[in-house]
Antibody, heavy 125, light 111 residues
Framework: EVQLLESGGGLVQPGGSLRLSCAASGFTFTTYAMSWVRQAPGKGLEWVSSISGRGDYTYYTDSVKGRFTISRDNSKNTLYLQVGSLRAEDTAVYYC??????????????????WGQGTLVTVSS | QPVLTQSSSASASLGSSVKLTCTLSSGHSTYIITWHQQQPGKAPRFLMR???????NRGSGVPDRFSGSSSGADRYLTISNLQSEDEANYYC?????????FGGGTKLTVL
């Protein structure tokens, strides 16, 4: 059974940083692309960032480029999102999502087929 | 980039059927989409992958009450024999040029 368990969220001041983690189990982690998707309070889903199975390709939505960094440790079956220079508009539940396949080239053609339970990041002074 | 348009709300009676629509923007009518369900207070759940041909593949454990179909740029999610637990937000999603996009979601109320 695929399981994705996020952690690391919390209350942080504007301009601050956090590292989110997603522990994965139930599948061969290194052979699938992974992503982070967020949901602001009362709003819809917004894709944030994705990474290929070996970590050699990374992708970001424009609003987080230069502030967020996605990475993975395949020896620990764990996905990370380092979030920095945080703004009030980054307040959201951050979900870890597994893709249905790896990104085998610089162009990634994969959709989300499993989701974690999410971790809440609140940016406020 | 593709844009996905969904009605903000829909409602149907317990035991009936409902058809939700997701419309792809001009120039993207052949794109594959996926449907995801988000029950109140819960994480999203993958329902199915849906092609422009109307062919679809449900996710693991998704009941066969959930089906998909397509017509031109429109992608549909039909839920038959509505149950109370089907009351949720439903999102469509697609991807292009290493970017993933979601529709705004449809809030389904089961009467």
């Amino acid at each position: 059974e695929v399981q994705l368990l996020e952690s690391g969220g919390g209350l942080v001041q504007p301009g601050g940083s956090l590292r989110l983690s997603c522990a994965a189990s139930g599948f061969t982690f290194t052979t699938y692309a992974m992503s982070w998707v967020r949901q602001a309070p009362g709003k819809g889903l917004e894709w944030v960032s994705s990474i290929s199975g070996r970590g050699d390709y990374t992708y970001y939505t424009d609003s987080v480029k230069g502030r967020f960094t996605i990475s993975r440790d395949n020896s620990k079956n764990t996905l990370y999102l380092q979030v920095g220079s945080l703004r009030a508009e980054d307040t959201a539940v951050y979900y870890c999502a597994k893709h249905d396949r790896d990104c085998s080239s610089a162009t990634c053609q994969a959709y989300f087929d499993y989701w974690g339970q999410g971790t809440l990041v609140t940016v406020s002074s | 980039q593709p844009v996905l348009t969904q009605s903000s709300s829909a409602s149907a009676s317990l035991g009936s059927s409902v058809k939700l629509t997701c419309t792809l923007s001009s120039g993207h009518s052949t794109y594959i989409i996926t449907w995801h369900q988000q029950q109140p207070g819960k994480a999203p759940r993958f329902l199915m992958r849906l092609e422009g041909s109307g062919s679809y593949n449900r996710g693991s454990g998704v009941p066969d009450r959930f089906s998909g179909s397509s017509s031109g740029a429109d992608r549909y999610l039909t839920i038959s024999n509505l149950q109370s637990e089907d009351e949720a937000n439903y999102y469509c999603e697609t991807w292009d040029s290493n970017t993933w996009v979601f529709g705004g979601g449809t809030k389904l109320t089961v009467l």
